[in-house]
């Protein structure tokens, strides 16, 4: 899986300092329907120790990603002051059911507030619609986000993925309800995309699934569907759209 260097911040006297790493980990918890204050808390306290900070609230009850924290008139106050928070896993949570839920709050989503460091996200497991996955993400630009997973969900599209996270460098929507090859493929051409597993989704089925997928990301793809691209897989992918293009026009 893409993994890169953590980034290395200079001081103020120019000496190089690698930031510590934290995790703060509440699984299976019954955590819901919103995230404790407490938590954000924890993580507020490690922005404050300049630190890397690994969320994990896998299998928990949440809906809302809905904070206390407030952002500006206009919108853009306290985006991004969650810097430290590199890594969240809310797999087996229950987003897809609560996007448009209500605490009373106010506040900002967490994904709005950390969009600007978030590197790694996994929402698997979460019934995750088109529409709750656009009204989980919001207006944010998870512009650093490099790694998402998305598998067993409900999702039927990847234009929605791709707008919001243009910098991923590795996804799994595995076990979806994507069907459309044309569509799907043209949104993840989108992306400089090295591992992608498209596995179980309907989409799977239809002619030169694999051949069109893999030369369409040749480029950059080193992965696919939990198999490794070597050169010649490439060259018999475009042999075969080359068959098979010829025989339509026969």
């Known amino acids: 899986m893409y993994s890169p260097v953590p980034t290395v911040r200079c001081g103020r006297q120019d000496t190089v300092r690698k930031k510590m790493t934290f995790r703060i980990s509440n699984i299976n918890e019954g955590i819901g329907p919103t995230i404790p204050n407490a938590i954000i808390r924890k993580i507020v306290e490690k922005r404050r120790a300049s630190a890397y900070c690994h969320l994990n609230l896998q299998s928990n009850r949440i809906q809302s990603l809905d904070t206390a924290i407030k952002v500006g008139n206009d919108g853009r106050g306290n985006v991004g002051v969650f810097e430290c928070l590199v890594d969240i896993n809310l797999s087996g949570n229950r987003l897809g059911l609560g996007c448009a839920l209500v605490d009373g709050r106010g506040g900002a989503s967490l994904?709005?507030?950390?969009?600007?460091?978030?590197?790694?996200?996994?929402?698997?497991?979460?019934?995750?619609?088109?529409?709750?996955?656009?009204?989980?993400?919001?207006?944010?630009?998870?512009?650093?986000?490099?790694?998402?997973?998305?598998?067993?969900?409900c999702l039927s599209k990847m234009d929605g993925v791709t707008s919001a996270c243009s910098s991923l460098r590795c996804i799994d929507a595995s076990n979806n309800g994507m069907k459309s090859l044309s569509s799907n493929l043209q949104a993840l051409t989108k992306l400089k995309l090295e591992v992608v597993d498209m596995r179980g989704n309907p989409l799977c089925s239809k002619d030169l699934y694999g051949e069109k997928l893999l030369y369409l990301l040749r480029r950059t793809l080193n992965t696919m569907d939990g198999r490794n691209i070597e050169p010649t897989d490439?060259?018999?992918?475009?042999?075969?759209?080359?068959r098979a293009l010829s025989v339509s026009a026969a």
Do not use: M, P, W, Y
């Open 111 to 153: 994904l709005h507030l950390c969009q600007n460091a978030l590197q790694k996200l996994d929402l698997s497991f979460n019934e995750l619609t088109d529409g709750s996955f656009s009204r989980l993400v919001g207006t944010s630009r998870l512009s650093n986000l490099h790694t998402l997973n998305v598998s067993n969900n």
């Open 234 to 242: 490439v060259l018999e992918a475009k042999s075969a759209i080359e």
